[in-house]
């Protein structure tokens, strides 16, 4: 009776570990040539002003074919930002609001990657900028896989909109009119494109 009990132990021990080993965990990093971050505020209550982060990187592991276990990095760099005028980029660095020197980098680590069905996933994770981190949701749209020469390559598309006033970039002005000179709400896409890493 012992070593049936301890045959089937052994048994089961096997079988974990051999569903272990087909678990395997597939490795991406971001494909910066083919991806972009942007962003757009309201300015002056009556117009959009767009701008991107030109220097970026991120990585996703999944041992899951539908990413519902990915574990998911996202990192820019905050004096990389760029809305095609020198002085308010200047500005955007300075203290009122990113303080790229003494925060040099905007994270993001992903807690939940939540499948909605089709091809759509809700995105939450721990969002960093300056010394404060609050909780974001994206929506996520995710592109397929494909196969080429140069390896796989997997396409996400991430929207979310962050109050700014939360990570403390609190500069504005009042008009005469109503309203402030910089909208409180940012609208955020990434356009993500990953190489799977071998």
């Given at each position: 009776?012992?070593?049936?009990?301890?045959?089937?132990?052994?048994?089961?021990?096997?079988?974990?570990?051999?569903?272990?080993?087909?678990?395997?965990?597939?490795?991406?990093?971001?494909?910066?040539?083919?991806?972009?971050?942007?962003?757009?505020?309201?300015?002056?209550?009556?117009?959009?002003?767009?701008?991107?982060?030109?220097?970026?990187?991120?990585?996703?592991?999944?041992?899951?074919?539908?990413?519902?276990?990915?574990?998911?990095?996202?990192?820019?760099?905050?004096a990389s930002i760029n809305t095609d005028n020198e002085n308010?980029?200047?500005?955007?660095?300075g203290d009122d609001f990113f303080n790229a020197a003494q925060f040099p980098k905007i994270t993001f680590v992903g807690t939940t990657m939540k499948p909605l069905g089709g091809n759509k996933y809700q995105?939450?994770?721990?969002?960093?900028?300056?010394?404060?981190?609050?909780?974001?949701?994206?929506?996520?749209?995710?592109?397929?896989?494909?196969?080429?020469p140069r390896g796989r390559k997997a396409g996400f598309k991430a929207k979310a909109t962050i109050n700014r006033f939360d990570y403390n970039l609190k500069w504005n002005r009042a008009l005469e009119a109503g309203g402030l000179v910089v909208g409180e709400n940012v609208d955020v896409v990434l356009n993500i494109q990953l190489n799977e890493v071998k």
């Open positions: 009776m012992q070593k049936t009990i301890f045959g089937l132990f052994l048994l089961t021990a096997s079988l974990a570990g051999n569903t272990t080993a087909l678990a395997q965990v597939t490795k991406w990093t971001v494909d910066k040539t083919h991806s972009n971050t942007k962003f757009t505020v309201t300015h002056m209550a009556i117009s959009e002003v767009d701008g991107s982060f030109r220097n970026f990187d991120g990585s996703l592991e999944s041992g899951k074919p539908d990413f519902s276990d990915a574990k998911i990095q996202f990192s820019i760099e905050a308010r980029d200047n500005h955007l660095k995105l939450t994770g721990n969002m960093t900028v300056r010394d404060v981190t609050k909780t974001v949701t994206w929506d996520v749209i995710y592109g397929g896989i494909m196969s080429t």
